[in-house]
């Protein structure tokens, strides 16, 4: 079975800052990556699928990149909106989450 | 607008059953596969059960083979997921998505319902 493994689990960041999260495969998975972003209490919400196609209705403050085993998620400038936890997925596995934090 | 609505959730003691559905509005529903996914308190993401389309294809997570059993009746736009034999590690918001299938293990979860929360206690 395929493990994701994020880091980091917790990042402490200020608005307006460039934040990355990155989600490392067990093996290669070619560019079949989600991510998601879940705030307490609500339902997971998808930001990118396919590892950098953007979901429609989503800020284009958000990307994604990578390809094979290693992806990152990238919020260009960090708004209030944006603190919560993110997770990555392929098929049936998540990672464990990385918590957005603010500094 | 799409729409999925979890129910039938509750508290619950170890070793009983429970009946757990999704109504789902604003597509064809029975042009998705779906999946369920759980969350234990404070903890991530956790995938449970995925059927496809017509009902026939069905995969269950591995610690509840042969507990829960997921299912559908497209007629009535319902997807289900009946659990027994709980266990207090069953506690967890359960929430349905629909999964758009790309291929075999090419998939995303592009809707989600808002969840339905089981306690499993004594």
């Known amino acids: 079975d395929i493990q994701l493994t994020q880091s980091p689990s917790t990042l402490s960041a200020s608005v307006g800052d460039r934040v990355t999260i990155t989600c490392r495969a067990s093996q290669s998975i070619g560019s079949w990556l989600a991510w998601y972003q879940q705030k307490p209490g609500k339902a997971p919400k998808l930001l990118i699928y396919k590892a950098s196609s953007l979901q429609t209705g989503v800020p284009s403050t958000f990307s994604g990149s990578g390809s094979g085993s290693e992806f990152t998620l990238t919020i260009s400038s960090l708004q209030p909106d944006d603190f919560a936890t993110y997770y990555c997925q392929h098929w049936l596995t998540f990672g464990g989450g990385t918590k957005v934090e603010i500094k | 607008e799409v729409q999925l609505v979890e129910s039938g959730g509750g508290l619950v003691q170890p070793g009983g059953s429970l009946r757990l559905s999704c109504t789902a509005s604003?597509?064809?529903?029975?042009?998705?596969?779906m999946t369920w996914v759980r969350q234990a308190p404070g903890k991530g993401l956790e995938w449970v059960a995925l059927?496809?389309?017509?009902?026939?294809?069905?995969y269950h997570e591995e610690s509840v083979k042969g507990r829960f059993t997921i299912s559908r009746d497209n007629a009535k736009n319902s997807l289900d997921l009946q659990m027994n034999s709980l266990r207090i590690d069953d506690t967890a918001v359960y929430y349905c998505?629909?999964?758009?299938?790309?291929?075999?293990?090419?998939?995303?979860?592009?809707?989600w319902g808002q969840g339905t929360l089981v306690t499993v206690s004594s």
């Open positions: 059927i496809n389309q017509d009902g026939i294809e069905k």
């Open positions: 604003g597509f064809i529903f029975s042009d998705y596969w």
């Open positions: 998505a629909r999964d758009l299938v790309v291929s075999a293990t090419h998939d995303w979860f592009d809707a």
